[in-house]
């Protein structure tokens, strides 16, 4: 037996001490044991009971706010293309335009302005290709399980695919599609052109 003089039974005595003081921790806090060991392992717990302990209000955090939904543009697509075609090539201008008083000559000069201008639009929003690369004009072969969206048959069509034919338009396809967004408001967003006032 060990004296309790010695160093090793005062040892002993203290570990007994402890382990009857956590004992007695544990059979007093029942239950509440759980959220004690959370707090040693949980910084966010030991965060919360730091501040229920120094009085800071006890209303749990509010959850982050998501960031509000970007709202379609109110703008048909459709409206935009009109509308940069009109700006840099003033083609509803033409459209719109009675030709009765003007002679072939003064037609063909405002064509050539339109046509060159819509041209180059079309080119930097789609950059327009030629979907074939056949000649108009060349024999081609539409073979079975062909894009019907891609292809479309003229003429007298009859049994099933393979098809020869004649290439007569080798359709057209967009490598890009890059349309202005719209910014405006909803007032405003069927307008194509807006009306010029000069001033004085």
């Keep these: 037996m060990i004296a309790l003089a010695s160093p090793w039974g005062l040892v002993l005595i203290v570990l007994a001490l402890i382990g009857l003081a956590a004992l007695a921790v544990v059979v ?22 730091e501040r229920m302990r120094s009085g800071a209000a006890r209303a749990r955090p509010a959850p982050p706010v998501a960031p509000a939904a970007v709202a ?34 003064q037609i063909g000069a405002a064509v050539r302005d339109v046509h060159r201008d819509g041209a180059a639009a079309l080119e930097r929003l789609f ?3 030629p979907l074939r690369r056949e000649a108009e004009g060349s024999d081609v072969t539409v073979p079975a399980g062909f894009d019907a969206g891609a292809v479309r048959l003229t003429g007298r069509v009859t049994g099933a695919p393979p098809y020869r034919g004649t290439l007569r ?7 890009k599609a ?19 006032v000069e001033i004085p």
Excluded: C, M, N
């Design 127 to 129: 950059a327009i290709r």
């Design 178 to 196: 890059e349309l202005p967004r719209w910014t405006g408001d909803a007032a405003a967003a069927r307008v194509i052109a807006p009306a010029e």
């Design 72 to 105: 379609a543009p109110a703008r048909s697509e459709a409206l935009s293309l009109l509308a940069v075609l009109q700006q840099e090539a003033r083609l509803v201008d033409f459209l719109k335009e009675p030709l009765d008083g003007y002679t072939d000559v």
């Design 169 to 175: 338009h080798p359709g057209w396809t967009t490598t």
């Design 28 to 49: 007093v806090s029942g239950s509440r044991r759980r959220p004690a060991w959370r707090v040693l392992r949980d910084p966010a717990a030991a965060d919360a009971v």
